[in-house]
Structure formats: C-alpha cells, structure tokens
C-alpha cells in the first residue's frame, strides 16, 4: 500500500474511532433528573426556555434575569438540584410565595429573585452555604427562620411589605451588607440588627425603627441610611463643658440621630421644645468654637476619610438633574462604605484616580470617581466656584456614545465626580474577560439555564461592528466643538477600559474629563484605530510593535489571517461568512488608516464615521440613529 494512502486510512480510521468514543460515551452517561425537575419547576411560566432532552451533566446555574418570564415557579422541585449554585431570576413577572423547601439544595450560595412580584411570608430552612440574598422589590410581607442561613454575607429584602425585623437577624455575624430599606419594618435600632462593627453597608431608612444612631454610625453608613427611619427628627446635643481636676477645660461633643416612635401630643411637644432647646445650645457653641488662624470662629464640622486625605463630612453633592436632593460628602461615604475596598470597582489602564459603585436614594446607582491629576480647564489653583462652572460646563457634553457627568462634589482641593453606573462594565472585560452574566471562572463548563445573548456577544460581529461605530460617532462629536464653545475636546486615553458598555452593548467613551500634555486630536485617532484592530482581532495588550505588524498584515491584503477565529466561526456558522469577512476586513483597513505614522496622514472622525457606515449599510439601532448627524465624506486612500 502507497504510504501517503496508508496514512489516509490511519486519519480515517483515527477520527472514526474517536466519533464512536464521543457516541458511547454519551449513550453510557448516568442520565440525570435535572433536566425534568427544570421543567416541572417551571411548566407554569411562560417565556421560559425550556430544556430539551436528558441529561448528564448537574444544573448549578439558572440566570435568566430581565426575560419578560411571568408565572408561579415550582421552587420546592428547586430545590432536588443537588448541584444548582446560583439562580437568577431578578426584572421579571414572577408571582406567589417562596416555599421553604427551596432553600434545601445542598449547594446554593447565591440568589436573586429582586423585581418581581413574589409576595407573602419568605421563609427560610437551614442553608449553610448560601452567602448572598436579594429579594429587593416583591411584596413579602414577613421573613422567618434567616437565622437558619448562617454563612450568610449580603442581604437585601428592601422594598417590601415587611413589618418587622427579621428575628434573628443580631445572630448574623457575617453579614457585611444589610439593605433593609422601604418596608414598614418595626423594631429597635441597634438591638435588633448584626454587630454594626462588621458592617460595611447599612441601610434602614424609610421604615419605623425606635432606638439612638450615634456620630460613629451616622460617619460610618452615611445619614441616607437613617432617613424616615421612624418617626425622628435630627437631634444635635450639646454636654456642658467638663471641669477636669487640673483646671483645664474640657469641652465634650455628641452628636446623635434620635429615632422615637411619638405616641401622644405631650411627646410631640417635648420633643419640639426639646429641638428649640438643642438648637439654641449648638448656636450658642458654635460662636465659643473652634477658631481659625485669623481668630475667626468656625463651625465645626465631622471629615471623612478618602484614602490617606480627611476631608469635610458636610461639602454638599450637586446632582445635576436632580437639583433639590440634598446629599453631602457623608452620604457618598455611607453609600460606598467609607469609599473602602469593598465598593471599589477595578480600573485597569484607568488614569484618573479610584472608583467607587454606590446607590444613592431613590434608587440611583452612580460611580463614585475621586479626581487625581488635572481637569480639563480647571487649574489647581482655580477656587471651588471656578471648577463648579467647569464641572457644569462639561456636564453638557451629551451624546449617546459618551457617558455623562451627573454631579460632582468638591470639598476643599479634593473633587469627586459623578457618573452613571454601567452594569455590563467595559470594553476590555466584555472582550477578553468572562462575559457578564456567564459562569464564574472556577465553574465554567458547567451547566447553565440562561439567556445566550451575553455568551454568543463575543463572537457576534454585528456586536462589534456596532461598538466601533459607536465609539467613531463618541470621539467624532467631541472633535466637532461641544457645549457650544466651538473648541474640540481631547481625550488623551482612548483604551478598552475607558470604553463602558450600556444594558444594549452600545459603547459609553468615558474619562474624557481630563486633558493629557501633548495629545492631540490625531492622537485620539491613532487610539482609536488601535481599538478597531482590537475588536477585530480579539487580542488585547496593543503596543507600537504590535500595531505595526498588524499593519503590515492589513498591507499586504492578508487581514482575514488576523480575525478573531470566533468572529469567522461565527460568521460560517450564521451561513452568511462572504458578506461579514469582507467588512471585517475592510474595518481593519479603517484601523490601517487611523494608525498612520504622520498624524497629518490620518482622517478625521468625521471621516472615518462616513466609511463605517458605508461598510456595513443597514438600519442603526435607536441610540446610533440619534447620534448619526455627520455626513459621509471620503478617508484618503493613502496613509
């Protein structure tokens, strides 16, 4: 036999061999109930994508938050999936209670079922194991048996119907997060709740507690979490100044949230008598208090703790669209648990100083960034006035594809801007990261009931394509002249992680705040180019050596060998590859353009706006129609 036909036979026989393994395999698996237990847990809920065929691998993951599902789910039969470890089922229309047998599954740890319309008692079984818990926006109307939940770390059931506190809640040590807000939950401030030592987030308001909040919890959670806590009023006391034996003077100060439930008119009227009293008392100490070095007396004021700078408790927070909520700097520490550690978002490749997630009352989740380094037109010397009116001039720079400013806080030479919270997070951790939603990185290959729209984005190319045409019309309407001031902005950073994702994957440019010495609008391009190889490519950590080799390839019409293998895989697969290869390549042609060595070389955002649109001609979706109002002018052929 001709060797070069033995070795075909051998291949032959090699992957015929390997099918059948792969067949018996699967024909030999020990068949699970996991699949069955999935549909009858949910045979009465519609728009629930319901699993095919057995099984033989374990259920460990249910994520299917926001898919319109409506229903009364089976959550005992839940509660048999031996593996099941997370579920998610938040932004639906569920309905009826949570039986108790659902917290049996051996393994659960993690659990979101907020934003439905789940109601009556929530009772719970033991469960060593789970450690997070938010049932925020149902009509639960009482929560039993959470001392059974002894591994348990977070906890939210705010927005309920709950009357009272949960017993025994003060057994809970290593709860570091408790959301008790917006229920009308009787019960007395501190005994009633975990150690308040090891919490780091703390929210009672609106709610009827009795009970006295302390200076150290007020700096410690912020006031926000004491709001319409009870029936209270803010209460700020004066001790008489103590005598010590040497002579000296000693003035004692205690300042202290009262919370009282008022039960007659008599009450009512010593507790206003009582205000007027305390009222007068603070005046009068503020003008024997401290004095600066002028000899000037000064209010006294509580500081908070940002990072290794103290800074005034009191500086107020300026919300730009909601200009009669009254929040101070106490408020944003309270919200971010004292700007710690554990509120800190991640910023890899971010230059502007760290990031904080908090959520401020009515619901409103914003990023907390501490201003380090220079603000565009704001000097180090400008005084607070000067900054407020830069801060509000940016604040005007609006467009769908940039991701605006809602408020600012200045306190002192320190500045704390405020924007809106992106849940999909950014660029570089949706591209080269685990999708959000998706499985963790110790479990994946497990099984898991969701939506595929998160999974399937990294290989979508429309997806993308949509991103790099987003991020084009950003950077082109800040070189276009912004707020009215005819001058272009520069962003001086333009990398993934500045690049934030909304819920529809449409791309937020972000830090464009800050002006960076000797960036120029070219520059901005060159950057953008960059991403464009990015995106296309799928490989990260982009250099001038590695620019230049991919232009090298885009050069010599060898583009299609450096696409994203998943974007080809996908395009194969969608039976449609000709068509979406072509734009592929001919965005890397933009990106070979946008990297010209001479900046006098490279197009316009205007320009390169105009091509994007060209290469893949159809209806944008609602943001970027909102955002198209460049024309379609020509990019030079010739870099």
């Not at 699967?26 to 809920?45: G, M, Q």
């Not at 949230?257 to 005046?283: D, E, I, Q």
């Amino acid at each position: 036999m001709p060797p070069r036909l033995h070795a075909v036979l051998l291949v032959v026989v090699a992957a015929s061999a390997a099918a059948s393994a792969a067949h018996n395999g699967t024909l030999n698996c020990t068949l699970l109930p996991d699949a069955d237990t999935v549909r009858t847990a949910f045979k009465n809920v519609t728009n629930f994508p319901m699993p095919r065929g057995p099984t033989c691998r374990p259920v460990r993951r249910l994520m299917l938050p926001s898919r319109n599902l409506a229903g009364a789910v089976g959550w005992e039969k839940l509660g048999n999936l031996s593996g099941l470890l997370t579920v998610d089922l938040s932004g639906n229309s569920l309905e009826g209670d949570v039986g108790g047998a659902f917290w049996r599954a051996p393994l659960l740890r993690a659990v979101d079922i907020s934003g439905n319309r789940l109601g009556g008692a929530l009772r719970f079984e033991q469960s060593a194991r789970l450690a997070s818990l938010d049932v925020s926006g149902n009509r639960f109307t009482s929560v039993e048996g959470v001392d059974g939940l002894a591994g348990l770390e977070v906890l939210d059931v705010s927005g309920n119907m709950i009357g009272a506190t949960p017993e025994g809640l003060r057994r809970m040590t290593r709860i570091w997060r408790l959301n008790l807000s917006r229920n009308s939950m009787a019960g007395r401030f501190p005994d009633d709740l975990p150690p308040l030592n090891g919490l780091v987030f703390l929210d009672i308001s609106d709610n009827s507690f009795s009970g006295v909040v302390n200076s150290t919890w007020v700096t410690k959670f912020g006031r926000s979490a004491f709001l319409r806590a009870g029936n209270a009023s803010l209460m700020i006391e004066d001790n008489p100044p103590a005598t010590p034996s040497n002579g000296g003077k000693k003035h004692g100060r205690t300042v202290l949230v009262v919370v009282v439930v008022v039960s007659s008119v008599v009450a009512v009227s010593a507790l206003a008598f009582l205000a007027r009293c305390v009222t007068c008392g603070f005046n009068r100490r503020k003008k024997r208090g401290k004095k600066d070095k002028d000899g000037k007396p000064v209010a006294w004021e509580e500081e908070v703790a940002v990072g290794a700078v103290k800074v005034a408790a009191t500086a107020p927070v300026v919300l730009l669209e909601r200009p009669l909520m009254e929040l101070t700097l106490a408020d944003l520490a309270g919200a971010t648990s004292g700007f710690g550690r554990e509120s800190q978002l991640s910023d890899i490749g971010g230059r502007s100083g760290a990031a904080y997630r908090a959520v401020l009352p009515g619901d409103l989740h914003v990023v907390v960034r501490v201003v380090d380094g220079a603000v565009t037109g704001v000097g180090e010397d400008d005084d607070a006035s000067a900054a407020a009116a830069r801060f509000r001039e940016l604040a005007r720079l609006r467009h769908p594809n940039i991701l605006p400013l809602l408020g600012y806080c200045i306190a002192g030479k320190e500045k704390f801007l405020l924007y809106e919270y992106m849940e999909k997070g950014d660029l570089h951790r949706w591209l080269h990261e685990l999708p959000a939603g998706s499985v963790d990185v110790e479990e994946a290959g497990v099984d898991t009931w969701d939506a595929t729209e998160d999974k399937k984005s990294i290989g979508d190319w429309p997806t993308r394509y949509r991103i790099i045409l987003g991020i084009a019309r950003g950077l082109a309407f800040m070189q276009q002249g912004w707020a009215g001031a005819g001058r272009p902005i520069v962003h001086g950073r333009l990398v993934p992680t500045n690049i934030l994702l909304g819920d529809d994957l449409e791309p937020r440019i972000s830090d464009f705040i800050h002006h960076d010495g000797g960036k120029t609008a070219e520059s901005d391009v060159y950057s953008f180019g960059v991403l464009v190889f990015e995106l296309v490519t799928g490989q990260a950590r982009w250099d001038e050596s590695s620019t230049s080799w991919a232009r090298g390839v885009v050069r010599n019409r060898k583009g299609l060998n450096i696409v994203d293998a998943r974007l080809r895989a996908e395009a194969e697969e969608a039976a449609c590859g000709g068509g979406a290869e072509r734009e592929m390549v001919e965005c890397l042609q933009v990106g070979f353009l946008c990297t010209a060595p001479l900046p006098e070389k490279r197009p316009s955002m205007q320009q390169v706006v105009g091509v994007l649109k060209g290469i893949r001609p159809a209806s944008p979706p609602p943001a970027a129609a909102a955002a198209d109002a460049a024309d379609k002018p020509q990019v030079p052929t010739t870099p």
